[in-house]
T-cell receptor, first 114, second 115 residues
Framework: AQKVTQAQTEISVVEKEDVTLDCVYE???????LFWYKQPPSGELVFLIR??????QNEISGRYSWNFQKSTSSFNFTITASQVVDSAVYFC???????????FGAGTQVVVTP | GAVVSQHPSWVICKSGTSVKIECRSL??????MFWYRQFPKQSLMLMAT?????????EQGVEKDKFLINHASLTLSTLTVTSAHPEDSSFYIC???????????FGNGTRLTVT
């Protein structure tokens, strides 16, 4: 069975602080995909990143960076120099292929105050 | 880029009525679409997989007679909440993969409130 755990329910930071969101996953598949999505208050899901299980390279995109560690089954997400617009719920998700049905984590609410 | 359109964005209905939600892939064909439900401050839970030309596959615990799914064409899947009750009030969101194996595209969701 697949499982995604986001232990942090809510994180509050002041603007310009860094924030790291934890994601731990469980799967028996050797090939799988990990994702992060952002859900602002309006509700839509905004795709942030996709990683396959064979690519453990960390990635940086602007203020966002991701740390994939297969040895600890973790795929953590860091927002550097947070901004108020980063306030949203962030979901980590897992699936067997890059297009199939997802197993979502519970989500982490990020609140950035000025 | 590829877009999934969901309609309506929000709907308020009275208890006992039925509500239809549409999910359209705008510039690609989707033989498969997925329907998720999200209760307030909770995660997204897969309800069913919609298959073009065949019956939908429902996740355990989801009543297929209550949540009717019809995938009538390669660009349209509909979810009908039949005899809606207040406990069906939720955020419903669909997703669809396009051909080039891109990440799943999600609709903007439908907020259903049953009074």
């Amino acid at each position: 069975a697949q499982k995604v755990t986001q232990a942090q329910t809510e994180i509050s930071v002041v603007e310009k602080e860094d924030v790291t969101l934890d994601c731990v996953y469980e799967t028996r598949d050797t090939t799988y995909y990990l994702f992060w999505y952002k859900q602002p208050p309006s509700g839509e899901l905004v795709f942030l990143i996709r990683r396959n299980s064979f690519d453990e390279q960390n990635e940086i995109s602007g203020r966002y960076s991701w740390n994939f560690q297969k040895s600890t089954s973790s795929f953590n997400f860091t927002i550097t120099a947070s901004q108020v617009v980063d306030s949203a719920v962030y979901f980590c998700a897992l699936n067997q292929n890059s297009w199939g049905k997802f197993q979502f984590g519970a989500g982490t609410q990020v609140v950035v105050t000025p | 880029g590829a877009v999934v359109s969901q309609h309506p964005s929000w709907v308020i209905c009275k208890s006992g009525t039925s509500v239809k939600i549409e999910c359209r892939s705008l510039d690609f064909q989707a033989t498969t679409m997925f329907w998720y439900r999200q209760f307030p401050k909770q995660s997204l839970m897969l309800m069913a997989t919609s298959n073009e030309g065949s019956k939908a596959t429902y996740e355990q615990g989801v009543e297929k007679d209550k949540f009717l799914i019809n995938h009538a064409s390669l660009t349209l899947s509909t979810l009908t909440v039949t005899s809606a009750h207040p406990e069906d009030s939720s955020f419903y969101i669909c997703s669809a993969p396009d051909r080039d194996n891109s990440p799943l595209h999600f609709g903007n969701g439908t907020r259903l409130t049953v009074t």
